[in-house]
């Protein structure tokens, strides 16, 4: 797909430009906890400051539900985007209306303003055209930096991109990048390692890969429901042993596609879910009746590498194991980081995101090294599922 990015701006000074972010962010007592969204705009924001623009920022902050819930205001955000930022952030106690005209005919060209959670409106998340005009009415021209949240179809993400003239933000532009030399144009072969707990959640998700990559490995969780699929007894381990029919369909609409799929050889088994739980790695043929597998095992972490090591682009989702509790972190993190080291001596094009795998990758101090992290959950997720994202078609010129 083609967009406008900032170097398609030419004129920014003196002009509002309404810029979607994402500052839904971790808070404990007011305070910001994790700051990795906030910093991914923060390149978006500064460009459009010092190239002279009136920089209006738009976000959502948790599920207000069209409704002034004072637990989910922006305002307490501001103090930490302002560290961040090393610049002052104005605070606009409402996102439409008479109280936002008034603070933005204030603003100086370069000045940063957020304003208040579009979500306050019950119109952001019905989309409602009036809404989405309300918004536009204060800008000369809107900026999407907000990948993560482009899987809805909201006034502040959908609804304002047909109303002004419209651009990719820098991290928008870097993730919209980052996923299309992964699945839209790839270096072949291409390899998706998907794990986590189940199937059921990543159904759309691994039909879709089947007939885009060349190698699919299935760890986690999930890769039980595929053994138990082929009649492989997995004891007590997690298991939806009402998907085998499904689990059998991806796999023949794999084989079909030429994509070949790669379950676990062998299983760490353990008696409890818990760290430092006693366990054993065993054949998948020898996986006693009261065991549960919480991670591969050392052959199949082996099998793994060799297919990281024959791929020029991996997609990962989802970890391989029980990766929160120790040992059964093992084939996450030593997966992880053969992959980082391939994409360091670029060797691999190698892109994660969604959900626990940020955790995961970061677990395993592999997370810098990899070609590119998505810390969007479901919209990255989507993306991986093969759907259109509306607030990314909307930008499309
Ligand atoms: P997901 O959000 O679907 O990516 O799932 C991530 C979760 O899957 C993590 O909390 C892991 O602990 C869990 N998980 C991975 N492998 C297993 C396993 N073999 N048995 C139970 N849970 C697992």
Same mark, same amino acid.
């Given at each position: ?6 170097d ?10 309404l810029?979607?972010?994402?500052l ?16 991914r ?5 500064r460009?459009?400051?010092?190239k002279?623009?009136?920089v209006i ?14 637990t ?15 610049k ?15 603070a ?17 409106h ?20 809107y ?10 179809a909201?006034?502040s993400?959908?609804?304002?991109a047909r ?12 993730e919209?990048?980052?996923?299309s ?5 790839p270096?072949?072969?291409v ?10 959640s ?14 699919? =490995?299935? /760890? @986690? &969780?999930?890769?039980?429901?595929? %053994?138990?699929?082929? +009649?492989?007894?997995?004891g007590? #381990? ?27 050889v062998?299983a ?7 760290a430092?739980a ?23 972490i ?27 972190d ?20 190698? =892109?994660? /995101? @969604? &959900?626990?795998?940020v955790?995961? %990758?970061?677990h395993? +101090?592999?997370?810098?090294?990899? #070609? ?11 993306w ?14």
């Amino acid at each position: 797909m083609t967009f406008k990015t900032l170097d398609d701006l030419q004129d920014a000074a003196g002009k509002c430009a309404l810029v979607r972010v994402d500052l839904n962010v971790p808070m404990d007592n007011g305070k910001v906890t994790d700051t990795t969204r906030i910093s991914r705009v923060l390149p978006t924001i500064r460009e459009l400051s010092d190239k002279g623009a009136k920089v209006i920022l738009l976000a959502h902050f948790g599920r207000p539900k069209g409704e002034r819930v004072k637990t989910m205001s922006l305002a307490p955000v501001t103090p930490a985007l302002a560290a961040l930022l090393g610049k002052e952030v104005l605070f606009c106690e409402d996102c439409i209306g008479q109280t936002a005209s008034s603070a933005i005919a204030n603003l100086g060209n370069g000045d940063v303003i957020l304003m208040e959670n579009t979500r306050y409106h019950p119109g952001e998340e019905k989309n409602d055209a009036e809404f989405a005009k309300a918004l536009a009415a204060n800008g000369d021209i809107y900026v999407n930096d907000a990948f993560s949240a482009a899987h809805r179809a909201h006034g502040s993400t959908e609804g304002i991109a047909r109303l002004l003239p419209a651009y990719a933000g820098r991290t928008m532009q870097a993730e919209l990048e980052a996923l299309s030399s992964a699945l839209g144009n790839p270096e072949r072969p291409v390899l998706a390692v998907v794990g986590g707990a189940k199937v059921s959640s990543k159904i759309d998700l691994l039909e879709n890969l089947v007939s885009k990559v060349d190698m699919l =490995v299935i /760890g @986690g &969780g999930m890769a039980n429901t595929f %053994l138990a699929a082929k +009649g492989i007894d997995v004891g007590k #381990s997690l298991c939806e042993h009402e998907l085998a029919a499904t689990a059998k369909t991806i796999m023949a609409a794999a084989e079909k596609s030429g994509c070949e799929i790669v379950l676990p050889v062998d299983a760490v088994v353990a008696r409890e879910f818990k760290a430092g739980a006693d366990n054993e790695t065993v054949t998948l043929d020898a996986i006693p009746q009261d065991a549960m597998m919480l991670d591969v095992g050392a052959s199949s972490i082996e099998t793994v590498k060799q297919k990281i090591a024959a791929a020029k682009t991996l997609v990962w989702n989802g970890p391989l194991g029980a990766f929160e509790i120790e040992p059964f972190d093992k084939a996450t993190v030593a997966a992880a980081k053969f992959a980082a080291e391939r994409a360091k001596a670029g060797q691999l094009n190698a =892109v994660a /995101g @969604g &959900g626990d795998t940020v955790a995961a %990758l970061n677990h395993a +101090g592999a997370a810098d090294d990899f #070609s590119y992290v998505s810390t969007a959950g479901g919209a990255f997720l989507e993306w991986l599922e093969g759907k259109e994202l509306p607030g990314v078609k909307a930008l499309e010129v």
